[in-house]
């Protein structure tokens, strides 16, 4: 493709850099991550009439905010990347009732601060958007992530060593099914977030 042409398949290379950004994201290339997500934003203007190139624009460069190690200062980027990828995916009928796009919006609210939730509604937020996902369950990777999502907020709020059992047996379904999935990879990372945080189980 002709790099001095932006005119030239703008959306393959929107693409292409956007996925470079999360790739980077992924090894702690902070400072490569963030160049790659300009320079396909930087294609934006030529793809107004695919809204389905900007969706996954939007998506990754979310996942890129959600994966970085100072997530507490970048979820809120995260959130707004996401939100804007699910009103672009609206435009064209959405993708299976949101299953993709669903379960990072609840993670980014789950993953915002206290400070930047002053009525303490994120959580209710998330919990509505994960219930979707359980009721739409003729999608089953969106049920699975529905349902690991209502367990990181039953560990949030200190519901028993049962949330964790159900967080590990939903990982081995979501890893028999998908692989190297970046959603779960981002799910992980909230789960060991919680861990971390010093959540006392009760067996």
């Known amino acids: 493709m002709d790099e001095e042409n932006p005119r030239d398949s703008p959306d393959l290379k929107a693409l292409a850099y956007a996925w470079r950004a999360r790739i980077d994201a992924s ?52 959130f707004a990347h996401y939100t804007k990828a699910a009103d672009y995916a609206e435009a064209y ?8 796009i669903n379960p990072r919006i609840g993670l980014a609210l789950l993953e ?11 959580m209710e937020k998330a919990r509505r958007r994960f219930i979707q996902l359980i ?21 949030r709020e200190n519901l028993t060593g049962d949330a964790r059992r159900q967080l590990q047996q939903i990982q081995k379904e979501i890893r028999h099914s998908s ?25």
């Open 179 to 203: 692989r190297g999935n970046v959603l779960l990879k981002l799910a992980e990372k909230s789960y060991e977030k919680i861990i971390g945080a010093g959540n006392k189980f009760v067996d």
């Open 27 to 78: 090894e702690g290339k902070k400072v490569s991550a963030s160049k790659h997500i300009d320079i396909a934003y930087g294609y934006a203007e030529y793809l107004k009439e695919k809204p389905w190139i900007l969706a996954r624009l939007e998506m990754m460069a979310g996942d890129v905010d959600l994966r970085d190690d100072s997530v507490d200062k970048y979820a809120d980027k995260a």
């Open 93 to 100: 009928g959405g993708e299976g009732n949101g299953y993709q």
């Open 112 to 122: 915002m601060p206290d400070e930047k939730d002053k009525q303490g509604q994120n």
């Open 135 to 155: 009721d739409n369950s003729h999608v089953p990777t969106g049920r699975l992530y529905g349902q690991y999502g209502m367990a990181l907020i039953a560990l």
